[in-house]
């Protein structure tokens, strides 16, 4: 009760329709994965998953990968992404709040999670929603941030790190453009991961470049300052993939921050169009935007690189990401 935070999802009266098959219905939508023009965007600007020359046709939907959501809670039993999901499997989630429970969100602003693990895994097929760009993949879900203890957060980068492909954390240090050194804990459950994850050949650590392109603007709306990646210390360590933004036109979003450590962008939203993904109570957003979007995206590639070849070490994950990745602006 002394929690001032909108409340409460209810899920106790929450029933999730019935397995199905058949299109679904939100795909067309999802222009990141096939971008046709649907979104008054450029054709061809997306992340080749989807098309008919793209990883799907080519046998590939992150089948035996699990991708886990290091974040504030995921709705695990979400129609979309129920599929991917095993109850009894309970090394795949983990609750901080309440131990033993699967991290389901509460609080109504608790929904940012469930955002992000559709763009990764939601099931394809299923005739609901839409897909995730690694629709096959199996979903894990840690929700550290509930309790933003580093000791969580540590605790869930090394969560089961031998069956865990790939853990994406669509958070990081504030958009303020000063330097924010990451905790310790952080460095070495990252150093830990890279050196014995998925049995020896390292796990793949996904984060965003941030949100803080033009932290500040002037009166007119023109941006005064403007943040840099490398400032925050969670995505400036060896072993992080650290993720910018590209819109569906190619272009780089007003809030995209520059950074020598950005590996690679995904794609998002800009002021005229967002991402179309899942939101609790079995439902869907179509206005999802920022780095914590382009994030998954690029975590769900990532899982179909996987499935395709499951030996690749964290450091050849790195070098296909960037051998396979063009250049949105020569300039």
Known sequence: TADPRPCCFDYTTFVAPPPATGDDPLLPQQWHLYNTGQSGGTPGEDLNVAGPAGAWALGTKGQ????????DAVETVHPDLAPNFSLTDTASYFNYLFPGSPPLPYYLDEDHGTSVAGIAVARDGNAEGGAGVAPRA???AYNALATSLDADIADALRRDPDATGV???????????VLNPAEASFAAAIESGIANGRRGKGSIYVFPAGNGGCYLKYADGSCAVSDNANFDGYVNKRGVIAV???DDNGVAPRYAEPGANILVCGRSGNDR???TTTTPQGAYRSDFSGTSTSTPMVSGVVALILNANPELTWRDVRLILAQTARRNDPA
């Open 167 to 177: 853990y994406n954390n669509s958070w990081g240090s504030p958009d303020n453009g």
């Open 273 to 275: 169009i967002g991402i």
């Open 138 to 140: 199996s979903l894990g």
């Open 64 to 71: 035996g990968v699990r991708l886990a959501i290091v974040d």
């Open 244 to 246: 910018c933004a590209v």
